[in-house]
């Protein structure tokens, strides 16, 4: 039997109720060690446990190649857009695909530091498709390029990387996956860079995770923090200063539950379960709820929705937590519902936000 409402959070969001008990379980004392993993030195033979098991993991879940290093940062997504151009801009030509809010606000930023250009914007359709790679408008002799591959508030998903090499340019692709890692596998051939927020499919927020190609080490920018410094940073295995340890701790059980599921391949099949269910409902309704994005172009992770008469609103809010659908509620900049279905996400939760859409329509309909 569910004790616990469906948590629809865009993050932080919902993590598995087995990982939060194995943590609450585990909180006065470590594996019989007398410590609480919040009370351990990280340079200590627990923690170095713990960290070394959980990149293991990732690595594996993953399928991240030797060449990589994986590094556990400080900073959340917003940091990084910061500290990739102060990295591996060498203060020259940033180009970015802006899909949505995230995209457009690292444009912005890497602007503080290089010289950032958007090759390509959906911003004209409203941030609701994808604009064809053949379009782009690649500038040669860029540092590198940006794109967000899950746009958290749009809703707005690449459902494949795009090969620069195809395409005539030899920039690195940088990406920003912080909502929807672990919920597909990553093409790493196509990848120089990619960060991720912990706070929807990993962990707690606090936690950054950045996969970097070694041959991008080694230029960073002379104004740039030596604790956020790739090369320092890869050189003591993340521990030049302290790493956000309880974070990556939680996130080491993220990836052993996540393994035990049946891994990254496991948790697609379910990304594509749940979000079929809530996109056939929501183009099939009547027209009393309307998602905008393109067909190409939807998210597995994160589903905005709009009610026709937004009067409405506050009702279903209301009625979907008394249902035990939690969060709801619409990015301020955009409005309407948002549901965003992590990994953490049972096909339940999206069954019973359906069921409760459609007695909302036979209600207020
Ligand atoms: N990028 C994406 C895709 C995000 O979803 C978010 C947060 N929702 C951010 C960046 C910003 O992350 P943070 O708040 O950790 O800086």
Not at 60 to 70: G, K, N, Q, T
Not at 79 to 102: F, H, K, Q, Y
Not at 216 to 237: K, S, W
Not at 259 to 287: C, F, H, K, T
Request: glycine share 10%; proline share 5%; net charge negative.
């Amino acid at each position: 039997a569910r004790t616990r409402p469906f948590n629809f959070s865009a993050g932080p969001a919902m993590l598995p109720e087995e990982v939060l008990r194995e943590a609450a379980a585990e909180m006065l004392d470590w594996h019989g060690s007398g410590m609480g993993v919040m009370e351990m030195s990280h340079r200590g033979r627990e923690f170095i446990e713990i960290y070394e098991t959980a990149e293991r993991n990732l690595r594996a879940l993953l399928a991240v190649p030797p060449e990589f290093r994986i590094l556990f940062m400080q900073g959340g997504g917003l940091g990084e857009n910061a500290i990739v151009p102060m990295n591996l801009s060498r203060g020259g030509l940033v180009d970015v695909i802006v899909t949505g809010a995230w995209s457009k606000k690292s444009l912005g930023e890497a602007g503080r530091y290089a010289n950032a250009c958007a090759a390509a914007s959906n911003e004209a359709s409203g941030f609701t498709t994808l604009p064809a790679p053949a379009s782009w408008e690649l500038r040669e002799g860029a540092s590198y390029l940006h794109l967000c591959s899950n746009e958290t508030i749009h809703g707005v998903e690449f459902q494949t990387l795009p090969d620069l090499a195809a395409l005539g340019s030899s920039a690195p692709l940088v990406v920003d996956c912080s909502s929807h890692v672990l919920s597909r596998s990553i093409d790493w051939s196509r990848v120089g860079l990619a960060f991720a927020g912990a706070q929807k499919n990993i962990g707690p927020a606090g936690l950054t995770i950045v996969f970097v190609r070694e041959d991008l080490l080694g230029h960073a920018l002379p104004i740039c923090p030596t604790a956020f410094d790739y090369t320092v940073v890869a050189e003591h295995g993340s521990m030049f200063n302290t790493p956000p340890t309880y974070g990556i701790y939680i996130a080491g059980l993220v990836f052993q539950h996540v393994l035990r599921q049946g891994g990254v391949a496991e948790m697609e099949r379910r990304a594509i379960e749940r979000s079929q269910l809530l996109y056939r409902y929501l183009d099939d309704n009547g027209g009393f709820y309307r998602n905008p994005v393109a067909a190409d172009a939807r998210s597995r992770m994160n589903v905005p929705f709009f009610l026709a008469d937004a009067s409405h609103n506050e009702a279903f809010l209301a009625g979907a937590r008394e249902a035990g659908l939690l969060q709801l509620k619409g990015h301020k900049s955009v409005g309407g519902m948002r549901a965003s279905l992590y990994n953490a996400m049972p096909l339940a939760g999206v069954q019973t936000l359906v069921e409760y859409m459609k007695d909302f329509v036979r209600r207020h309909g």
